[in-house]
């Protein structure tokens, strides 16, 4: 065995030793099932707590209470970036609010037929959390905000088709989406049937089939945002880049909620929109002041980079 060989094979033995302490005991077991943290502006740090009614005890809130819960997407885990940063965005819009995280990164699986029964799962234990805290804590659902990025946009519509003890005042679908392939039935799907008001932001093609919400925004047409068509992006990269878009504007919508930003126009078509054939006679807004009243189509455009809010043109 030559100097090289011998180098080559250490460098093996090294990658393979580093996955198996540093990989293996983070991969998705499905043992640990859905999790559940809360943060608080009262707390310095985000808690788990069990959806138990001894657990739910624990929570610093009152029948008034606006409780604001975040799902994320596939293959991630509620320590994401965007997380946290919606996260602290909430809050800061309301300290008087609870952030409640539902966390699944250990029922993730690369199996579709796995995947899907994981996501009615996690709905399922994610609906039974709230109706604890209708019948145990007095919570309204009418206070409760469900935002679910991605595959859990779409959890986000089967946690309202689970909820037992009435509706769920809001839902927002951050480009909504489906691993892989579109349910097979439409009750899969997040749609107006699943809160009080459910409003979908579209950023990408991997959320282009959820049938209509209340309210639906299409940032950039809903397929392509500005500032990833860039050369040096294929196209998979190009598209995780729109899908991941669709946070950004969401958490900026929280940010600045004491303004009125991201304007849409109400429009049958992206097309309509762009050659100003659409009179605009009818605009919302997306992010937290959106106006249930206001239904229907709507499209706006951004900015390639922070802050994304325009004025329409």
Not at 13 to 42: D, E, M, Q
Not at 138 to 152: A, P
Request: aromatic share 10%; charged share 15%.
């Amino acid at each position: 065995m030559n100097g090289k060989q011998i180098v080559l094979g250490a460098v093996a033995v090294a990658v393979v030793a580093f996955l198996t302490i540093k990989v293996y005991p983070n991969f998705p077991s499905g043992r640990l099932g859905v999790l559940f943290y809360f943060t608080a502006s009262s707390h310095h740090e985000r808690q788990e707590f069990q959806a138990t009614k001894e657990g739910i005890m624990t929570l610093p809130l009152d029948t008034s209470t606006p409780i604001n819960v975040i799902i994320h997407g596939y293959t991630e885990s509620s320590i994401r970036p965007w997380v946290v940063n919606l996260t602290n965005a909430l809050l800061s819009r309301d300290p008087s609010s609870v952030v409640m995280l539902v966390d699944y990164y250990d029922l993730t699986t690369i199996s579709r037929p796995y995947m899907m029964e994981n996501a009615r799962n996690i709905a399922q234990s994610t609906a039974h959390l709230l109706d604890l805290l209708v019948k145990n804590r007095g919570i309204k659902l009418s206070n409760i905000h469900v935002m679910g990025f991605s595959l859990g946009g779409r959890i986000s519509g089967l946690v309202g088709a689970r909820v037992k003890t009435g509706k769920i005042g809001r839902i927002t679908g951050i480009d909504a989406s489906y691993p892989w392939l579109p349910p097979v039935t439409n009750e899969e799907y997040l749609d107006a049937e699943d809160a009080t008001l459910v409003v979908n932001l579209r950023t990408s093609l991997i959320g282009s089939r959820s049938p209509p919400a209340h309210v639906d925004f299409y940032a950039n047409g809903g397929t392509g945002q500005p500032g990833c068509q860039k050369w040096y992006y294929f196209g998979p990269v190009q598209e995780v880049c729109n899908h991941y878009l669709s946070v950004k504007l969401m958490t900026e919508a929280v940010e600045n909620s004491d303004k009125i930003i991201f304007p849409a126009c109400k429009c049958s078509n992206w097309e309509s929109f762009q050659n100003n054939t659409c009179t605009c006679e009818v605009i919302n807004h997306f992010g937290l002041n959106t106006d249930p009243s206001i239904q229907g189509s709507f499209y706006f455009r951004t900015n390639m980079e922070p802050p994304y809010s325009r004025p329409l043109d």
